[in-house]
């Protein structure tokens, strides 16, 4: 468990592999495997898929996104911090921490795909995870340690929103209708 929100697994640092980078990435593939191929994943009853194709040593592109930074893929850099982070990208999506008065959820167009992309924001930990809508679910983009500098920016579209998601609007109960 994480030791900020009892609700999130445990990142996976660096220092426990001791300075064996191939040894932490095939950790950290592990566990993408496990939480993205192996099991589905689901937001809003909708099955969330990943991008398959192969980008680099033969793993998939929603991997090297989780794990890298920078913009053009051919310029992204392995970044360990925002390795670590991994194995939360799951739980946000899941949604296992949905009773937490620090999960925020938007949606925002995006212009370059034409599509809706929903943001899921744990502020506790300051992690963001990025779904695009599609015709049959969600596809994952990416995920990423919010940085300080980010906040306020992400603050400001939460609020903008008018009428920010929650898991629980689309289950009308006699008790939740007043």
């Known amino acids: 468990m994480s030791m900020v929100c009892g609700q999130l697994p445990s990142r996976i640092n660096f220092s426990l592999f001791r300075g064996d980078i191939s040894a932490y990435y095939d950790a950290l593939y592990k566990i993408f ?48 911090v925002r390795s670590s982070y991994l194995p939360y990208a799951r739980a946000l999506i899941m949604d296992t921490v949905i009773d937490c008065r620090d999960y925020k959820t938007w949606i925002k167009y995006h212009d370059q795909s034409k599509r809706n992309r929903h943001y899921i924001w744990c502020q506790r930990e300051n992690y963001l995870v990025i779904l695009e809508e599609r015709k049959v679910g969600f596809k994952l983009i990416t995920a990423y340690p919010v940085e300080e500098y980010m906040v306020k920016k992400y603050e400001k579209e939460y609020n903008k929103t008018k009428t920010p998601i929650t898991r629980m609007d689309e289950i009308s109960t006699p008790s939740t209708l007043g």
């Open 33 to 80: 495997r496990r939480d993205f191929i192996e099991n589905e994943v689901t937001y809003l009853g909708k099955r969330v898929d990943i991008i398959h194709e192969k980008y680099f040593s033969g793993r998939e592109r929603s991997f090297w996104h989780l794990i890298s930074e920078g913009g053009r893929d051919e310029e992204r850099m392995v970044y360990n």
